[in-house]
């Protein structure tokens, strides 16, 4: 059995952190391959390596020192170095550092620097073996990462071993360092979970798994034991920030279950993430989680005789996509239809494409609605199961919440609802007491 752990920043901030890494990654042989990312924030008003590396590269830039930046980050890892009781000699990787960033050091390969030292540290911390991610991450010189040539590799490297990998980061093909998006080590632990055919992946940060609801808008959401893959999408799609938007993809390719677990309270199960889960797993409840976002505008099409007329959505959609602006949502009505789309994107161009609308189709009337919201209620369980949407609904009239728009995904998967930006906190909470009142049932 093996176990890729992929570590967050917050769980690598100081010694203490490292110190409880290094307690879940023994108490199971299994887990033989950590990922770990950059020291991230000791408490709320302190900074993130990886932000005070950007920093440096910045400052380089405008051609300003970056002295006391570069010190700040020298001290951190000395910090953890000592605290520690570890020998690796990091003093030499700063005076290299130091010397290349003076001779133009590359803004991605500084970046990167903070996952390396870490990895670096966290290696010699659990006496495993450091594997650099440049030896086995490797991009296209498109951008892409090359899954077929990395998997190959790390599964060479790997092979037998336990080891400690940095993640955020890989080599391009001329050998450059180039860096993920932010957040990106959550990517490279999928990646190595996919490459090894890992039983689990586990991905260790400071919360206890996935929220049903957003914290700051519902006080003490419960959290999601089990949540499948596509239910996941739906519901980071719609606004819930959990794992880097890409990492779910390597693993659910090979149907490695994904756990997230919190570093700081290890007991914890956590939310489990699989294709999908055998009935005694469920817990019962309709809805596993509830999010939304702010920030949409509709454009709304009448015209008399349309359902019958065919292109119109053709041409709408054309105009809508020329002006580089992504469609949401297109709920529809006889010879009505309207067009969702996030209001930051559509708003530069607005006036332009309500034109070529018009003039492309000579509706009756075009409307526009700004500041609305959408809120999603995502669950599996909801498929052929009547009733669920009455039931929202009725939550939310009897709430006095004005529903201003419904739509439901073909897969029964979700129930999405507009409403007013004003309503969008009041509606996700009476939505969220609502099926955990009859879950207590
Ligand atoms: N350290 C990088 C960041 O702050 C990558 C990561 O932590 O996943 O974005």
Redesign the pocket.
Known sequence: MLKVLKF??SSLADAQQFAKVKQIVESDPDRRVVVV??P?KRSKEDH????LLYLCAAHIEYGVSCEKIFDMIRRRYHEIRVDCGLNTDIDKDFEQIWVHMQHGMAREELASR??YLSARLMADYLGFDFLDAALWLKFRFDGAVDKEASYAALRRAAEGRRVVIP??YGAMPDGRIRTLT?????ITGALAAAALDADLYENWTDVSGILMADPGIVENPAPIRHITYSELRELSYIGAKVL?EGTVFPVREKNIPLNIRNTNEPDHPGTLIMDSFSDEEDNGSLITGIAGKKGYCVVTVAKTGMSSESGVLLKLLEIVENHGVNVEYIPSGIDILSLVMAEEKAQPCLYAMLGEMQKAIQPDSIKVTEHMAIVAAVGRRMASRPGVSGKIFATLGENGVNIRMITQGPEELNIIVGVEEKDFAQAIRVLYNTFMKERKL
């Open positions: 967050g920043g990312s950059a991230g993130k390596i990886t932000d903070g996952e993640g955020f932010r957040g990106g080590s959550d880097h």
